[in-house]
């Protein structure tokens, strides 16, 4: 019988975009504070919804008419990635802590920077419900899934082995391959706006489930 259920965080527990939206307005406060440039929040938002990921910062900089240097951007990116984030849990993420918290062990592994996330996870105000959190940016950039040290390391600070476990995520390209050679049972959320929805992949890459909401693990497990 499965004791451990290990989470992700972003786009399983609480919206991406939601985080997303909360960097950008800090961003864009900051230019109209530092540098009275107006605008960036409607434009950057305008090409992450358009399906842009790589170049929104730069594109929306150029929109708006700004010269600027690639020192600025990375100023810009900086801002993002440590503002403390306007974001919440998903309702059935809520319920499902609350539920499992006291049913069995409760963990996370979760990819990004290391400030980043503590903020994600300190705005959620959601520490006190797991076992153990691992940031997997801890280790280095190069130990994020599907890299195997993660789920190590969450297993042996929670005391279990593998067949004990279950990870829950949303990300087929990363978040189960792993954890399904290792003997973990793997289930996918799938949930109608999220990031990793429409990817096609590999059957080695897929969940051993798929949900589209947290409220539906009792029936599996």
């Given at each position: 019988m499965r004791t451990c259920i290990v989470f992700d965080?972003?786009?399983?527990?609480?919206?991406?975009?939601?985080?997303?939206?909360?960097?950008?307005?800090?961003?864009?406060?900051?230019?109209?504070?530092?540098?009275?440039?107006?605008?960036?929040?409607?434009?950057?938002?305008?090409?992450?919804?358009?399906?842009?990921?790589?170049?929104?910062?730069?594109?929306?900089?150029?929109?708006?008419?700004?010269?600027?240097?690639?020192?600025?951007?990375?100023?810009?990116?900086?801002?993002?990635?440590?503002?403390?984030?306007?974001?919440?849990?998903?309702?059935?993420?809520?319920?499902?802590?609350?539920?499992?918290?006291?049913?069995?062990?409760?963990?996370?592994?979760?990819?990004?920077?290391?400030?980043?996330?503590?903020?994600?996870?300190e705005s959620l105000g959601i520490s006190g419900k797991f076992d153990a959190i691992v940031i997997s940016d801890a280790f280095g950039r190069e130990y994020w899934k599907p890299h195997e040290k993660p789920y190590l390391a969450i297993q042996s600070q929670i005391g279990v082995l593998a067949e004990d476990c279950i990870y829950v995520g949303d990300n087929v390209k990363k978040d189960f391959i792993t954890a399904k050679r290792l003997g973990w049972q793997t289930i996918c959320v799938k949930r109608d706006a999220g990031e990793y929805q429409d990817i096609v992949i590999s059957e080695e890459y897929l969940a051993d489930t798929t949900i589209t909401s947290l409220k539906q693990l009792p029936e599996i497990l």
């Open positions: 965080l972003d786009d399983t527990l609480y919206s991406e975009h939601q985080y997303v939206l909360s960097g950008f307005s800090a961003v864009d406060h900051f230019l109209s504070e530092q540098h009275t440039i107006n605008g960036f929040l409607k434009k950057a938002n305008q090409l992450f919804t358009s399906g842009e990921r790589g170049r929104i910062f730069n594109q929306s900089l150029e929109a708006l008419g700004v010269t600027f240097t690639d020192n600025f951007v990375t100023q810009l990116v900086d801002v993002y990635r440590q503002h403390k984030p306007e974001i919440e849990l998903f309702k059935d993420a809520k319920w499902a802590l609350n539920y499992y918290s006291s049913k069995m062990k409760v963990g996370m592994i979760t990819d990004g920077y290391l400030d980043t996330q503590k903020n994600k996870i």
